[in-house]
C-alpha cells in the first residue's frame, strides 16, 4: 500500500505562483512513475505532467512552458511548481504513484485561481 498526501493548494491571483506537494508514504526509490492530473469543475480529469524514479519527466505540450514537475526522493517529495496562472488552471490537483504495477491516488488539493 502507498498513500499519497498532496499539500499547497489554495487561492491565487491571475499571474502568481504556487507549488504543489505529493507526500509518499514508502520510500520513493521504489516509486516508478509519479504524475499529477487535474480535475476542473465539470471537466474530464487531464493528465498534467510525469516524473520517472530517474527523472525523466513529461507534460501536457500546452502546460510545458509554465509548469515544472520535480521529486525529491531523499524526502519522499513529488513537486508541480506552477508560474504564471490563469483563471483556467482553476482544479483539483491530485497525485498518483505507480508502484508494483499498482496505481495510487492522492486525495486532492484545491487550486483556485481568481482575482
Known amino acids: 500500500q502507498v498513500q499519497l498526501v498532496e499539500s499547497g493548494g489554495g487561492l491565487v491571483q491571475p499571474g502568481g505562483s504556487l507549488t504543489l506537494s505529493c507526500a509518499a508514504s514508502i520510500s520513493a526509490f521504489d516509486i516508478n512513475t509519479m504524475a499529477w492530473y487535474r480535475q476542473a469543475p465539470g471537466k474530464q480529469r487531464e493528465w498534467v505532467a510525469g516524473?520517472?524514479?530517474?527523472?525523466?519527466?513529461t507534460y501536457k505540450d500546452s502546460l510545458r512552458a509554465r509548469f515544472t514537475i520535480y521529486r525529491d526522493n531523499a524526502k519522499n517529495t513529488m513537486y508541480l511548481q506552477m508560474n504564471s496562472l490563469k483563471p483556467e488552471d482553476t482544479a483539483v490537483y491530485s497525485c498518483?504513484?505507480?508502484?508494483?504495477?499498482?496505481?495510487?491516488w492522492g486525495q486532492g488539493t484545491q487550486v483556485t485561481v481568481s482575482s
Open positions: 516524473i520517472t524514479s530517474g527523472g525523466a519527466t
Open positions: 498518483n504513484a505507480l508502484y508494483r504495477f499498482k496505481v495510487y
